[in-house]
């Protein structure tokens, strides 16, 4: 059983930042909740700190654009909701409650993607808190070995605090 030490509910990039310091202080072990759907149980490590972005669920859409700006805790719904608002859709699986950067960042298989790639491919950016507690942009143009590194790459590249999706 995964119990536990610490719970760091975050709202904010910096509530994040401040988890990750504090558990790089203290050499406390880390772990990320995001959308809270991992059936491995990797979202909670015994005797440590979770951060958990559950709090962050934000969705904004641009429709102009076709993009969406998505905060690091929100699910597969909050984006299908928010994009359908605007007769748009989006590279999504087919359960609402996975966690949509966990979908993303894991590659993210789902119906539509032979017309409109992995949801890793319709990436565009990330906001992602570094180990030592930075909160750095990542696209193809910034950060691009980043930005490499986190599509389907694996984990324990960062916390993703905010991605952009079209």
């Known amino acids: 059983e995964s119990q536990p030490a610490l719970l760091a ?16 202080r203290h ?21 440590g700190l979770v951060i958990d972005l559950s709090g962050m669920r ?13 905060a690091g805790g929100a699910q597969v ?15 999504l699986g087919n359960c609402g409650a996975v966690g949509l950067a966990g979908f993303t960042l894991g590659g993210g298989y789902g119906p539509l993607n032979g017309r409109h790639g992995l949801g890793a491919d319709n990436l565009f950016g990330a906001q992602v808190v570094l180990a030592d507690g930075r909160c750095v942009t990542t696209s193809p143009d910034e950060e691009p070995d980043l930005f490499w590194a986190i ?6 590249f960062g916390v993703v605090t905010s991605m952009l999706i079209q």
């Not at 509910?9 to 790089?24: G, I, K, N, P, T």
């Not at 904004?60 to 998505?70: E, F, G, K, L, R």
């Open 9 to 24: 509910m975050c709202e904010a990039s910096a509530d994040v930042q401040a988890a990750v310091r504090s558990a790089r």
């Open 27 to 47: 050499a406390i072990p880390l772990s990320v909740r995001g959308g809270g759907h991992d059936w491995a149980g990797r979202a909670l490590c015994p005797n």
């Open 58 to 70: 934000q969705v904004i859409v641009d429709p102009h654009s076709q993009t969406a700006i998505v």
């Open 77 to 91: 719904k909050d984006l299908a909701v928010a994009a359908a608002a605007h007769g748009l859709v989006a590279a």
């Open 151 to 156: 599509r389907g790459g694996g984990r324990n």
